[in-house]
């Protein structure tokens, strides 16, 4: 059974950091991109960040871009190191599984609440 | 980016009725892999968001067969033939066709009339 339970998520003030983490298994990790989607309250999806397969390359929502850091190891584990925050990153942050072009496997989220 | 529109925005049904969600893209979906990267996705209160439908009609696994997805190129719709109490939530449409990124629509809410 394919599982995906983020962690890290918190508190956080305005320009604070956290790393939000993505503990996978039930699948062979390092077959596939995988990406983090945001959802700030009572709001819609928004595309944050990826990674493919091998880690070599990755992609940013231009918002996040040079202030967010996505990577994976082979723990089977994504992260999100999130730097600089803003009040507007206050959201629930899902790592999802991509099977080429399809979002397939969600976690249950990570709330990052930043606020002073 | 490629801007997904989803009408309309709320739909409230009576249980046992169907319903039906229209997502307009921008641009064609069709990839040059000849692939249309158009998924529906189904968000209920107070849960993360959950694959229904994928490739324009294709149902992931464990789906039940009232919900079907049909269209091409930039019009897409997501159909509930009987409308059942746990289909309460949110209907998302989400492109993969141009990434990135991966762009969603709006979302529709469907409610029990």
């Known amino acids: 059974e394919v599982q995906l339970v983020e962690s890290g998520g918190g508190l956080v003030q305005p320009g604070g950091s956290l790393r939000l983490s993505c503990a996978a298994s039930?699948?062979?990790?390092?077959?596939?991109?995988m990406t983090w989607v945001r959802q700030a309250p009572g709001k819609g999806l928004e595309w944050v960040s990826s990674?493919?397969?091998?880690?070599?390359?990755t992609y940013y929502e231009a918002s996040v871009k040079g202030r967010f850091t996505i990577s994976r190891d082979n723990s089977n584990t994504l992260y999100l190191q999130m730097n600089s925050l803003r009040a507007e990153d206050t959201a629930i942050y899902y790592c999802a599984r991509d099977a080429y072009g399809v979002a397939d496997y969600w976690g249950q989220g990570t709330l990052v609440t930043v606020s002073s | 980016d490629i801007v997904m529109t989803q009408t309309p925005l709320s739909s409230p049904v009576a249980l046992g009725q169907p319903a039906s969600i229209s997502c307009k893209s921008s641009?064609?979906?069709?990839?040059?892999?000849?692939?249309?990267?158009l998924s529906w996705l189904q968000q209920r209160p107070g849960q993360p968001p959950r694959l229904l439908i994928y490739k324009i009609f294709n149902r992931f696994s464990g789906v039940p067969d009232r919900f079907s997805g049909s269209g091409a190129g930039t019009d897409f719709t997501l159909k509930i033939s009987r409308v059942e109490a746990e289909d309460v939530g949110v209907y998302y449409c989400m492109q993969g066709t141009q990434f990135p990124p991966w762009t969603f629509g709006q979302g529709t809410k469907v409610e029990i009339k």
């Open positions: 990674i493919n397969s091998g880690g070599s390359n």
């Open positions: 641009q064609s979906l069709v990839h040059r892999d000849g692939n249309t990267y």
């Open positions: 039930g699948f062979t990790f390092s077959n596939y991109a």
